[in-house]
C-alpha cells in the first residue's frame, strides 16, 4: 500500500507554486497525499503596492486555495522583492516554525539561481530547513522551474536549470492552467513568459522529454529511500 505523502510546497511569491509545481501538487492531491502551502512573502500598501492590487490578491490567493484542496496555508507576509534586505536568520526561522507545525516528508522549492532575488533567499532558508538534524523527517528535497525567472538566471557560473526527474502531469495541466488564470494580475498574452501558450509550450517541451504528452520537471536535490 503506498504510504500518503505530506507535501509542502514553498513559493516566494503566490503564483510561483502553480508555475513550478502545481500540476505535481494537483496529482499529489489526486493520489491522497497532503498538499500543504507556504506563500513567502506579501504586498503591502506600505511597499508601494496600490490597495486595490492588494486587496485583488487577497481574493486571488482564497481562491486558488480552494482549487487546489490545501491541507493547510501559511503565510509568512515577508516584503516582497525585500528579501535580501533581511536577516537570513529571520527567514531561516519564519520558514522553519512551518516546517514544525507540518512536518513534511516532501518539500518543493524554488531553484537557487532564479532571476528575482526574492526566490535565492528563499531557498537558502528552506535549504538551511532541510537538514537531517533539524528535521528529520524531510525526506525529499526538489527544485521547480519558475517560467519568467528560472530561464532569466544569467549567472555566469551557474551550469542552469537541469533537471533529473520529470513527473507526468497529462491529467492536471488543463487544471493547472484553470488555476493560473485565477492569477489575472500575473498573466500576459505571449510571448510574455507568464502567458497561458508558454505554461503550455513548457508542459510539453518537457513532456517530450519524458515521453508523455505534459510534465514537469526538477532537480532532485535530496531523497532518501
Known sequence: MKTRRTVLAIAPHPDDETLGCGGVLLRHRAEGDAIHWLVVTAITPALGFPPEKVA???QELLAVAEHYGFS???ELGLPATRLDTLPKG???????NVFRQVQPDTVYVPYRNDAHS???AVFDAAAACCKGFRHDYVKRVYAYETLSE??????PDDG???PNLFVDTTDTLEQKLAIMRLYAGELAPFPFPRSEECLRAQAVLRGSQAGCRAAEAFMI???IR
Open 56 to 58: 485583488a490578491r487577497r
Open 72 to 74: 493547510s496555508v501559511h
Open 90 to 96: 529571520d527567514v531561516v526561522a519564519a520558514i522553519g
Open 118 to 120: 526574492d526566490h535565492a
Open 150 to 155: 528560472t530561464e532569466f538566471g544569467l549567472r
Open 160 to 162: 542552469g536549470f537541469r
Open 221 to 223: 536535490l535530496k531523497e
